[in-house]
């Protein structure tokens, strides 16, 4: 057994079997129905009977997925900066997170469409409890965090964790995804948790560490969507930390918020890769000598890259103006864009709860305000 099969995707060798297991289940058939609504079932069946790999299980049901998640609840993927990622390199993609699925999802299509390695992306175990999401997790090559641990047997799972990301990542020649904070950001703060950092360093294989950072090639990454699907289930968690109140998620919670990422409508989304992480991570090891001042020196740099070059949407620009009662934005967004996010927020809010609206608005706006600290937003 390897020390790594707790929490590792499938071996080629074991996907055949698993699409076995899994090929009659009927959350399969749904899937595939959706993905192929045109294909008669046992011609989809045939095909995946026949799939020996995680690369063939990804590009031909995966990737035909998401362009059809595309497809129905959106208006359009775009991208940037990938034609400065080289071909057949691995790198780790740090990125602000907001839809469970989708953030690795439409990421991993970038790279293919592009011809880069594509990535092995870390999930909560909490979300693949049940057996048949715990299969699918592991054919698209997702690694289990464990989540909710005592303290003990958190330090051993992130230690755990960070060597097999470092074995992938230096010794399979596979690209490496995960979010730049524990859970999905639900306030539109996007902000690198060191915590994130500290397990990184914990597979180091070097003394110094920021010499190890600079081996796994760090790439920021930013994601935006015009219009979040899950914007009003994020509302109740909000209300209760600014009430300063424990949050219990509801029975199916997670479920009930993955399919809503996946159907619900996004609008236009844009995906930005930046640069690899190299003369900033030198300039950080020249400055300081203690780990703890890099890591938080690290954090920071992973926040400047991605707040910087996080798309703006008219949705955020409307939500600005919105929350702090102004038309500083007004040219950034048409009328009918405005009423269509308010036509939103009559369907989703209930206006009358003022912390609820005010927590809905701040989702979108914080982004303009975030921008504002690295130049004049238009």
Known sequence: MSKFDAIRPFYD??????????????????????????VDEEEWKSQLLRTHSIRDFQVNFIYQSVLKVLEKSSDGLTTSGFDKLQKNTSYLFVSN???????TSLLNAALYEHGLVMTASAIGDNLVKK????TLSRLNRNFLVQRGLPPRELLQSSKLMS??????????????????????????NDQTQQGVLKMLAMGSD?????????KIRIVPVSISYEY???????????MAMARQEIYIKEKNEDFITLMSGIMGQKKRIHIHVCDV???EIDAIAQEFDNSNKQIQALAQVLDDHILSTYKLWPTNFIAYDMLHKTDRYAHCYSEAEKSLFERRLELRIDEANPL????????????????MKYADVV
């Open 206 to 214: 070097e003394d110094n560490l920021m010499h190890y950072f600079k």
């Open 13 to 38: 060798a074991e996907v055949n079997d698993a699409i076995r297991s899994a090929v009659n289940h009927p959350m399969m058939k749904a899937l595939m129905s959706f993905t192929f609504p045109d």
């Open 131 to 134: 057996q048949f999401l715990h």
């Open 228 to 238: 979040d699907p899950t914007d009003a289930l994020k509302i109740p968690q909000l």
């Open 97 to 103: 997170h907001r839809d469970i699925l989708l953030d």
């Open 356 to 371: 609820a609206l005010q927590n809905f608005l701040a989702m979108y706006a914080n982004p303009v305000v975030n921008q």
């Open 163 to 188: 060597e097999y990301i470092c074995q992938l990542l230096r010794r399979e020649n596979r690209s490496v995804w995960i979010a730049q904070r524990e859970g999905r950001t639900k306030d539109g």
């Open 277 to 279: 992480l190299e003369a």
